[in-house]
């Protein structure tokens, strides 16, 4: 019997499948495939600022249209809750309608809606427009995705990612310089009507430029009706308890201990609704995949560490200097005009084959762990100029982390799968915001009344012991009242305010310490977790098709 033949080199290579056959609706990629992408690009900007604008400048609009802090609160509440709702559901309504019709019909509500804001008579009115517009404005990021997957090709699909991940930089960093701009020489209304020339421009570059895709109605027939009507309140619920946890003192709130009840039953009734559902909104298996989770818990924890690096020094300076936004400007500027330069760069460096994304992320976070560090050293005595060396630091490592997480999250699954990871992907990417929001009022709040209350403790053990140095403040006020009770007021009310001052200080330091330890976790994290993936290059013209 004779033997059986060895294998040839050709047979024992790794097969290429060929490419499947571009759609007929989609063009050569060219100049006009470009302006569709960057005004899908900035539609996700107009979003971002109606986002950020408003809350940078809630207190300018709250005292314009006469509202309290509370009732400010909620207003910001609302719309971030149905913005980040509306993430998870996006993909099967563009799927259905088409991205052209889709994203252009979003843009104009969401820029109409635009309108009447100022206007609106109460709270209720505000909220529920907000809501809306939220929920428009929520809808725009996942297309975004699935744009720059789709449309780019293969060897510059990771600079498309690149252009996504400005939706995490550099739009959040220019909210504040816009916000100051627009209150401090056009007016208050324009915190609202700022988005409509930018959303015109988009409508035009997307009429323009994207591919009219075929609509699918037929898809209504396996409409999944129970994943929207429990998973778009138990996600609002979930939002809401982030947002105004800390406010009503979390779970001694009956507000909060329902919502959180309520909101999270719901959310396991969601996400079993979606592992067995013909036609769901995300697919709960793709978490089987190590890529997939390393990927998806990064992203939720770098972002919410970008967004408390953006809280922190503000915060800062508006509490203890007393800075205005647009005395905050250059801070923010210092990381957002670099990223128009560092996000096509780290783009360039990822999409090297030779280059492992996972140690770039590992670099970045190492950049974010030494801005953290710089951070630990803060005083009352630091003004704005302190504060750009840690902003420097961001410049790089803000880049540096999100491209290669967003690499991560997507180079490993097929194109079929971009519309179910694009929803997932942009949820989560909101609920990072919401869980920083929540650390951030939470550990401030708490480090801030551990200080205090070790400070004070201090000065009335040893309260007697200092006697001999005399009273400064009481010294210095003593001149301005003939009235010494009134002067041993003023000096109460003075030592209390350096109180807060140095506690709230201590606090921000002790949530920079916090950073660097997260920092370095993700660092780790990423390098072990994740398996390496490999930008995409088109297949070779020579391979078989199978």
Known sequence: MAAPAAPSPASAAPVIHAAPPMPSYIPPFGLRTVIGCLGMLLAVHVAGFNEHVTEIGLSDIRGAMHLGHDEGTWVTTIYEAFNIASMAFTPWFYMTFSIYRFSIFITAVMALLAIPAPFMPDMTALCVLRAFQGLAGGCLPPVLMTVMLKYLPAEIRVFGIGGYAMSATFGPNLGLPLEAFLFEHVGWHWLYWEIIPMAALAIGMLAYGLPRDPMHLERFAKFNWLGLLVGLPAICSLVIVLYQGDRLDWFRSPVITNLALWGG??????????????????????????????????????????????????????????????????????????????????????????????????????????????????????????????????????????????????????????????????????????????????????????????????????????????????????????????????????????????????????IYFILIWVCLFYAVLNVVLPRRVYPPRPPSATAPAH
């Open 265 to 510: 039953a719901a959310f396991v009734v969601f996400l079993i609704n979606e592992s067995f559902h013909p036609s769901p909104y995300f697919k709960i298996h793709y978490w089987l995949s190590r890529n997939i989770q390393a990927s998806l818990l990064s992203l939720v924890g770098i972002l919410a560490i970008c967004s408390l690096m953006a809280e922190l020094p503000a915060t800062y300076l508006a509490e203890v200097r007393g800075y205005r936004p647009i005395q905050m400007v250059p801070v923010s500027l210092v990381v957002a005009l670099p990223q128009l330069v560092m996000i096509p760069l780290i783009a360039a460096l990822c999409n090297s084959r030779r280059v492992d994304c996972r140690y770039v992320l590992a670099g970045g976070m190492l950049c974010l762990a030494a801005a953290a560090w710089c951070g630990t050293w803060l005083t009352p005595d630091w003004v704005r100029d302190n504060f750009y060396l840690i902003q420097v630091l961001q410049v790089f490592g803000q880049p540096m982390t999100v491209i290669p997480t967003l690499m991560l999250a997507t180079l490993a699954l097929g194109p079929a799968d971009g519309p179910f990871i694009s929803g997932m992907v942009n949820m989560l990417k909101g609920l990072a915001n919401a869980v920083a929001f929540a650390l951030f009022a939470t550990l401030t709040r708490r480090r801030e009344q551990y200080h205090s209350t070790m400070l004070l403790d201090h000065h009335g053990t040893h309260g007697l012991a200092l006697q001999g140095l005399g009273e400064p403040i009481g010294q210095q006020l003593a001149g301005t009242s003939p009235d010494a009770g009134h002067v041993a007021r003023n000096a109460l009310e003075v030592f209390h305010t350096f109180i807060h001052e140095q506690a709230l200080v201590l606090g921000l330091a002790d």
